[in-house]
């Protein structure tokens, strides 16, 4: 799914009242927002859908694969995504249905 087509749903979702270049404004906002706060270390927390969060990876030794040689590489934050346990059990579904 792209952000072209999530726009889209929004938009149907919404009904009549509300044109999809609005819906981007949303879906648009929504997702700056998102990112401006995990820029700013902070945790976005939507029930029923999951938790963004920032976790910072430890210093660590990794290798060259060319080379062989030890790297070590750096300690750095990262954007992360848990989901909440309503999101898994849908998801879950998906392996009940295909197979």
Same mark, same amino acid.
């Given at each position: 799914?792209? #952000?072209?087509? /999530?726009?889209?749903?929004?938009?149907? *979702?919404?009904? +009549?009242?509300?044109? =999809? =270049?609005?819906? *981007? /404004?949303?879906?648009?906002?929504? $997702?700056?927002?998102?990112?401006?706060?995990?820029?700013?270390?902070?945790?976005?927390?939507? !029930?029923?859908?999951?938790?963004?969060?920032?976790? !910072?990876? #430890?210093?660590?030794?990794?290798?060259?694969?060319?080379?062989?040689? *030890?790297? =070590?590489? +750096?300690?750095?934050?990262? +954007?992360?995504? #848990? +989901?909440? #346990?309503? $999101?898994?059990? !849908?998801?879950?579904?998906?392996?009940?249905?295909?197979?």
């Amino acid at each position: 799914m792209t #952000k072209a087509d /999530l726009v889209e749903q929004v938009a149907d *979702a919404i009904g +009549p009242g509300i044109t =999809k =270049k609005d819906c *981007a /404004l949303v879906v648009d906002g929504f $997702l700056n927002a998102v990112k401006v706060a995990l820029a700013h270390g902070e945790n976005i927390e939507i !029930r029923g859908f999951g938790t963004f969060k920032v976790r !910072r990876r #430890k210093t660590r030794m990794a290798r060259n694969p060319r080379t062989g040689d *030890a790297v =070590k590489v +750096p300690m750095r934050s990262v +954007p992360v995504f #848990k +989901p909440s #346990k309503h $999101l898994r059990m !849908r998801v879950e579904r998906l392996d009940e249905i295909g197979t």
